[in-house]
């Protein structure tokens, strides 16, 4: 649904509740899918929220409530009465009610565990106790169970029972007696079989699955990679204790974007919003880098210094500064960019180092020399400056491309191999780098060319 269709929606929900006409305005909101009203309900004022949220059926309401955002969920939690509370949390699922948790100051979430049933509170908890980012922390224990030694009939009366409130029945798993995995069906294989199969001669014994500690970026590109819409997750022993759904990894994903985009930025990742992030708070991501960043940057002005004479005496050098610059940091980060995309599919690995020299060596040949045969005709042409200058900016040019391409192409596949994100080497740092590293190109060749002092 899009921002104007949302904004349509409200003005209509607004005057019916300011008109008192709930029967009117139930019928309106009963329309709508959760990710919807959950935009919806993000932008009406606090004291139309709860009675908003009282008019949907029940499983909408937890549904909707996943979906809204820290700050709205919280305010919602505030107005609504311990009996309403409780009913959303039972109709939570075990992950998203986690998330909750996680989320919320300590004073909500005493309240939101307070009304959750032992039961769903001691699978809170679990996942709870799992490392942030990983498989663990992003399962849900809500899933369904099979027995090999189960007929197709038994199995689809065992769904019919315990699926109701599970995330997903779309695949089953198949577990022995100590809960270790053995194999999955889907409910298309169930439904198709004849009714007294076993699901042992029915199941598929080649799962792939993930353990609770596995990174999840890894558990988002195995779901790729092998088309699935959920995995099982498994202790050490092998024993199933969750799944990881689609709509998790989707999540994920967002998130893991969102944060190598800041990274690459040089902004620390934040996980709020741009809109409902206070100006100090982004202050406070964004100047740590800038500061650094400037602080990197006067090697720049040092190297100005050294050469300063040079540029005094050849003055139209100064002019194609800022191009060699520019165009060395584009140059390296189109590199790192190719790359850090490439390490984050899992594609190279850091053995595929000298393939990717030698790839991007030959690249930056051929951006190179394209680059400085246009420059060559632009200065000759247009700028009517002498064929040395032209050579020494043509030459810079070339060579700064080859260095940027290098610098971008191996910086991010170092990074990773010690441990660090690939991202924070992106555009900011190995700009900074290819800046200094063009100027000392340019000079240099100046210098031995023009017989500058």
Same mark, same amino acid.
């Given at each position: 649904?899009?921002?104007?269709?949302?904004?349509?929606?409200?003005?209509?929900?607004?005057?019916?509740?300011?008109? %008192?006409?709930?029967?009117?305005?139930?019928?309106?909101?009963?329309?709508?899918?959760?990710?919807?009203?959950?935009?919806?309900?993000?932008?009406?004022?606090?004291?139309?929220?709860?009675?908003?949220?009282?008019?949907?059926? %029940?499983?909408?309401?937890?549904?909707?409530?996943?979906?809204?955002?820290?700050?709205?969920?919280?305010?919602?939690?505030?107005?609504?009465?311990?009996?309403?509370?409780?009913?959303?949390?039972?109709?939570?699922?075990?992950?998203?009610?986690?998330?909750?948790?996680?989320?919320?100051?300590?004073?909500?979430?005493?309240?939101?565990?307070?009304?959750?049933?032992?039961?769903?509170?001691?699978?809170?908890?679990?996942?709870?106790?799992?490392?942030?980012?990983?498989?663990?922390?992003?399962?849900?224990?809500?899933?369904?169970?099979?027995?090999?030694?189960?007929?197709?009939?038994?199995?689809?009366?065992?769904?019919?029972?315990?699926?109701?409130? %599970?995330?997903?029945?779309?695949?089953?798993?198949?577990?022995?007696?100590?809960?270790?995995?053995?194999?999955?069906?889907? *409910?298309?294989?169930? *439904?198709?079989?004849?009714?007294?199969?076993?699901?042992?001669?029915?199941?598929?014994?080649?799962?792939?699955?993930?353990?609770?500690?596995?990174?999840?970026?890894?558990?988002?590109?195995?779901?790729?990679?092998?088309?699935?819409?959920?995995?099982?997750?498994?202790?050490?022993?092998?024993?199933?204790?969750?799944?990881?759904?689609?709509?998790?990894?989707?999540?994920?994903?967002?998130?893991?974007?969102?944060?190598?985009?800041?990274?690459?930025?040089?902004?620390?990742?934040?996980?709020?919003?741009?809109?409902?992030?206070?100006?100090?708070?982004?202050?406070? %991501?964004? *100047?740590?880098?800038?500061?650094?960043?400037?602080?990197?940057?006067?090697?720049?002005?040092?190297?100005?210094?050294?050469?300063?004479?040079?540029?005094?005496?050849?003055?139209?050098?100064?002019?194609?500064?800022?191009?060699?610059?520019?165009?060395?940091?584009?140059?390296?980060?189109?590199?790192?960019?190719?790359?850090?995309?490439?390490?984050?599919?899992?594609?190279?690995?850091?053995?595929?180092?000298?393939?990717?020299?030698?790839?991007?060596?030959?690249?930056?040949?051929?951006?190179?020399?394209?680059?400085?045969?246009?420059?060559?005709?632009?200065?000759?042409?247009?700028?009517?400056?002498?064929?040395?200058?032209?050579?020494?900016?043509?030459?810079?040019?070339?060579?700064?491309?080859?260095?940027?391409?290098?610098?971008?192409?191996?910086?991010?596949?170092?990074?990773?191999?010690?441990?660090?994100?690939?991202?924070?080497?992106?555009?900011?740092?190995?700009?900074?780098?290819?800046?200094?590293?063009?100027?000392?190109?340019?000079?240099?060749?100046?210098?031995?060319?023009?017989?500058?002092?």
């Amino acid at each position: 649904m899009t921002n104007e269709t949302i904004q349509s929606l409200q003005d209509v929900i607004m005057p019916l509740l300011e008109q %008192k006409k709930y029967a009117s305005l139930r019928d309106v909101i009963h329309t709508l899918n959760a990710p919807d009203l959950a935009s919806i309900l993000e932008q009406v004022p606090e004291n139309a929220l709860p009675i908003l949220f009282r008019l949907l059926p %029940k499983e909408l309401a937890a549904d909707t409530f996943a979906f809204l955002n820290s700050d709205v969920q919280e305010t919602l939690i505030t107005g609504l009465s311990d009996s309403e509370l409780r009913e959303v949390v039972d109709e939570l699922y075990v992950d998203d009610a986690a998330d909750l948790v996680e989320e919320m100051p300590a004073n909500v979430v005493s309240r939101v565990l307070s009304q959750a049933s032992p039961e769903k509170r001691r699978m809170i908890n679990e996942i709870l106790n799992y490392p942030e980012d990983s498989a663990g922390s992003i399962m849900t224990t809500e899933y369904v169970s099979l027995r090999p030694n189960m007929t197709v009939e038994e199995a689809i009366a065992r769904i019919r029972r315990d699926g109701v409130d %599970k995330e997903t029945i779309n695949t089953c798993f198949v577990v022995d007696d100590k809960r270790s995995l053995l194999g999955m069906l889907t *409910i298309r294989a169930i *439904i198709l079989a004849k009714e007294q199969t076993l699901l042992g001669d029915l199941m598929n014994e080649n799962v792939v699955s993930v353990t609770t500690t596995e990174d999840q970026e890894t558990v988002a590109s195995m779901m790729a990679r092998y088309d699935l819409t959920s995995i099982p997750v498994v202790d050490g022993e092998g024993r199933l204790v969750g799944i990881v759904t689609i709509d998790d990894v989707v999540d994920v994903l967002v998130e893991e974007a969102t944060e190598d985009i800041e990274k690459m930025a040089a902004i620390t990742p934040s996980d709020k919003p741009y809109i409902q992030t206070s100006v100090l708070e982004i202050w406070s %991501k964004r *100047i740590p880098w800038l500061l650094l960043l400037m602080i990197s940057a006067t090697f720049t002005g040092l190297i100005i210094a050294r050469f300063e004479n040079a540029l005094a005496s050849v003055v139209v050098l100064t002019m194609y500064i800022p191009m060699l610059m520019d165009t060395g940091g584009n140059s390296g980060s189109q590199a790192s960019v190719s790359i850090i995309r490439s390490l984050s599919l899992n594609e190279i690995e850091f053995s595929d180092l000298l393939r990717i020299v030698w790839k991007e060596f030959r690249v930056a040949i051929l951006c190179g020399l394209s680059l400085a045969i246009v420059g060559f005709a632009k200065m000759m042409l247009l700028d009517h400056v002498g064929v040395s200058v032209a050579i020494v900016v043509s030459l810079t040019m070339l060579l700064t491309v080859i260095a940027a391409k290098l610098i971008g192409s191996t910086l991010p596949m170092v990074a990773k191999k010690i441990g660090l994100d690939p991202a924070v080497c992106a555009s900011p740092f190995i700009t900074t780098m290819v800046d200094a590293l063009s100027l000392l190109i340019y000079f240099s060749i100046a210098t031995a060319l023009l017989h500058l002092a």
